[in-house]
Nanobody, 126 residues
Framework: QVQLVESGGGLVQTGGSLRLSCGAS????????MAWFRQAPGKDREFVAS???????????DSVKGRFTISTDNSWTAISTVYLQMNSLIPKDTAVYYC????????????????WGQGTQVTVSS
């Protein structure tokens, strides 16, 4: 059974940094892409970043380019971890952040992703 478990969320001031982690287990993730999405209260789920298992293909939402970095532990075996380093945080980044996984190349469409975590709250105060 595939499980994605996020951690690392919290409260931070504008301009601060957080590092989110997503532990993935239950199968080999060779050939898969993993992604981060976020959802603010009253808004649709929004794409943040996605990465191919070997890190050869990475895409970002325009709103986070230059501030956020997605990476993996590059050990796509039965247990893997994907990270989201978030710098220069602003209040608009406040949301629940979700980790997701799919087979194949990364995309920015949440409908393409098969597996989801439960989310971790990120709050940026002004």
């Amino acid at each position: 059974q595939v499980q994605l478990v996020e951690s690392g969320g919290g409260l931070v001031q504008t301009g601060g940094s957080l590092r989110l982690s997503c532990g993935a287990s239950g199968q080999t993730f060779y050939g898969h892409s993993m992604a981060w999405f976020r959802q603010a209260p009253g808004k649709d789920r929004e794409f943040v970043a996605s990465i191919l298992w070997n890190e050869e293909n990475v895409i970002y939402a325009d709103s986070v380019k230059g501030r956020f970095t997605i990476s993996t532990d590059n050990s796509w075996t039965a247990i893997s971890t994907v990270y989201l380093q978030m710098n220069s945080l602003i209040p608009k980044d406040t949301a629940v952040y979700y980790c997701a996984a799919k087979y194949g190349r990364p995309t920015n469409n949440y409908n393409d992703f098969e597996y989801w975590g439960q989310g971790t709250q990120v709050t940026v105060s002004s």
